[in-house]
């Protein structure tokens, strides 16, 4: 090996290590593989993971049908051929396309409506059930200009007072019980995108909106923003750390002890809470910048 083949393949190799690196490393959750979705850690991640997977099936098999039909074509019509023209507009040829949209139609198409219909009843919008479990964890969550703030309530059970938990861009839960958010905005739209939970929810200025999910492993897991909201969009990163329910309730009383010691009542800004709005009760709306009041709209 010359001289410059031995460089060319040490600094292939550095450049190796550096990707290993960067892919094994830049998150404290490594993925299982480099390819596809992050890895699903939730409950009902595997509805949304299915109708991915289920839709790059017909469209391969879409595309080796077309690739096939297309090289055969190619194939017969060669210079023995001879040409024939038509417009296609013939009852045949008009009929054999509409058999084919509305086949393609309603296999492909049909089977996404029919069962994400399924999943978001049963799932993903069934807020109503995801409340009434007895160890389900209540959160607000204020998107703003460029953070995330978390509102738990404390002992007493009621948001927007003294013993609350508040904090930034840091949002701990349980594993295996249903974490329910009631999101709202205090400025521009932003959504709220979890995205190792398969679940994604847009904080709207003006009402609240809300999400829910069950996560299945402990660990530290990426909050991101997915609406362009403003000119530091990029910072609106937070980190979702889901613990053993112990260590869990563990943290959220000490975090309840040291908040109500800091607490001041004077200090409006701070008191951006709501009145928690149960599942049912219609449309909440607030005005979320200025710590208004839930009211029930249409
Ligand atoms: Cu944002």
């Known amino acids: 090996m010359n001289t410059q083949m031995k460089a060319l393949a040490a600094g292939g190799t550095a450049l190796a290590s550096l990707l290993y690196g960067a892919l094994a490393f830049a ?3 490594p993925e299982t ?6 890895r699903d850690a939730s409950q009902d991640g595997h509805r949304i993971d299915w109708l991915i997977n289920v839709t790059n099936i017909f469209v391969v098999l879409l595309f080796v049908v077309m690739c096939a039909w297309m090289a055969y074509a190619v194939a017969k019509h060669n210079e023995k051929h001879k040409a024939e023209y038509d417009h296609g507009d013939s009852k045949h040829h008009v009929a054999v396309a509409m058999g084919v949209s509305a086949l393609i139609f309603f296999v492909v198409d049909g089977n996404l409506w029919f069962n994400s219909t399924i999943d978001v009843n049963t799932a993903f919008w069934n807020h109503a059930a995801a409340e009434k479990h007895p160890e389900a964890v209540l959160i607000e969550l204020n998107a703003h200009q460029w953070a995330w703030d978390a509102r738990y309530a404390g002992p007493d059970g009621k948001f927007n007072n003294a013993d609350d938990v508040v904090t930034l861009n840091d949002i701990r839960v349980p594993k295996g019980v249903p974490i329910v958010f009631q999101i709202a905005s205090a400025d ?3 959504s ?3 995205p190792n939970f398969r679940v994604k929810q847009d904080a709207m200025p003006g009402m609240i909106t809300r999400l829910w999910f069950v996560a299945k492993e402990a660990g ?5 923003c997915a609406q362009h909201c403003g ?13 053993e329910v112990d260590d ?3 943290w959220h009383a000490e975090m ?3 908040r109500a010691r800091a607490f001041n009542p004077k200090d409006e800004n701070a008191q951006w809470g709501w009145e928690w709005k149960s599942a049912g009760e219609g449309h909440a709306t607030k005005d979320a910048a200025h710590g208004g009041e839930v009211k029930s709209g249409s």
């Open 27 to 29: 998150d404290p959750v």
């Open 33 to 38: 593989s480099i390819w596809g979705l992050p």
């Open 188 to 190: 521009v739209i932003h």
């Open 192 to 194: 709220f995108y979890l």
């Open 220 to 224: 530290e897991f990426d909050i991101g």
């Open 231 to 243: 000119t530091h969009h990029y910072k609106m990163k937070g980190r979702l750390t889901v613990l």
């Open 248 to 250: 869990y309730k563990r």
């Open 256 to 258: 309840s002890a040291q």
